[in-house]
Nanobody, 119 residues
Framework: QVQLVESGGGLVQPGGSLRLSCAAS????????MGWYRQAPGTQRELVAT???????NYADSVKGRFTISRHSANNTLYLQMNSLKPEDTAVYYC?????????????WGQGTQVTVSS
């Protein structure tokens, strides 16, 4: 079992920055992958960024060059640095983790944190 708790969301003006955090209940290096997803009202949840293995990252085209995913093993936390925010980035952001335990792959989600980009 892995608990994920997001924080750092809020209201920001276009062009501003936010950093989201996701605290995991166990050491993140046993997790096969971690990532950030987002869901705007009336849309499906979509991938924002992932980090796997020794640190390979992947980003949605819409956030490349603006968002950076990273992790810190000392405090078992995943981050998403979001710069140059746009109104279309408004959504609930969810932390995700995949964990292969005894040959079975489990998927875990956080409760989500709201990001609103508006003037």
């Amino acid at each position: 079992q892995v608990q994920l708790v997001e924080s750092g969301g809020g209201l920001v003006q276009p062009g501003g920055s936010l950093r989201l955090s996701c605290a995991a209940s166990r050491t993140i290096f046993v997790l096969n992958a971690m990532g950030w997803y987002r869901q705007a009202p009336g849309t499906q949840r979509e991938l924002v960024a992932t980090i796997v293995g020794r640190g390979s990252t992947n980003y949605a085209d819409s956030v490349k060059g603006r968002f950076t995913i990273s992790r810190h093993s000392a405090n078992n936390t995943l981050y998403l640095q979001m710069n140059s925010l746009k109104p279309e980035d408004t959504a609930v952001y969810y932390c995700n983790a995949l964990y292969n335990q005894y040959g079975t792959l489990y998927e875990y989600w956080g409760q989500g944190t709201q990001v609103t980009v508006s003037s």
